[in-house]
């Protein structure tokens, strides 16, 4: 069974890949977090993970849409944009070493590896 930051993780891939906002939330979503239960998450998370799931979920209905794609058509992309932000915030507080630390996780250091020149600035 994925862990909670695992599918979180996975749908913060899909919304850093190509594409239009719109269609990259709706795949993470779709793909990863549609059957996810707001009680998983701890407290302080399930107000912004409602309002990201209350919004994919707010257009009944239409025709050959299903709930989600017709919510995430009537988006725009920047609304698109905003809840997949929300997503990869989420994640961000679901890795936070801290929170994995009071959970009795350890962390394994990763050594500091020097950045590609193919995007480095310098």
Same mark, same amino acid.
């Given at each position: =069974?994925?862990?909670?930051?695992? +599918? #979180? +993780?996975? /749908?913060?891939?899909?919304?850093?890949?190509?594409?239009?906002?719109?269609?990259?939330?709706?795949?993470?979503? *779709?793909?990863?977090? $549609?059957? #996810? $239960?707001?009680?998983?998450?701890?407290?302080?998370?399930?107000?912004?993970?409602?309002?990201?799931?209350?919004?994919?979920?707010?257009?009944?209905?239409?025709?050959?849409?299903?709930? %989600?794609? /017709?919510?995430? %058509?009537? =988006?725009?992309?920047?609304?698109?944009?905003?809840?997949?932000?929300?997503?990869?915030?989420? #994640?961000?507080?679901?890795?936070?070493? *801290?929170? %994995? /630390?009071? *959970?009795?996780?350890?962390?394994?250091?990763?050594?500091?590896?020097?950045?590609? /020149? =193919?995007?480095? +600035?310098?």
């Amino acid at each position: =069974m994925e862990k909670n930051w695992e +599918r #979180f +993780r996975d /749908a913060a891939v899909v919304l850093a890949g190509a594409g239009p906002a719109k269609q990259r939330l709706l795949h993470a979503y *779709q793909k990863h977090l $549609a059957d #996810f $239960a707001t009680e998983d998450l701890p407290r302080e998370l399930r107000a912004p993970y409602s309002a990201v799931s209350d919004a994919l979920h707010r257009v009944p209905r239409t025709g050959t849409c299903d709930t %989600l794609s /017709a919510s995430v %058509l009537k =988006m725009s992309e920047d609304e698109a944009g905003r809840h997949a932000q929300e997503i990869v915030r989420i #994640f961000g507080d679901l890795s936070d070493p *801290q929170a %994995l /630390a009071r *959970q009795g996780r350890v962390l394994r250091a990763v050594p500091d590896e020097p950045v590609p /020149a =193919m995007i480095s +600035r310098a």
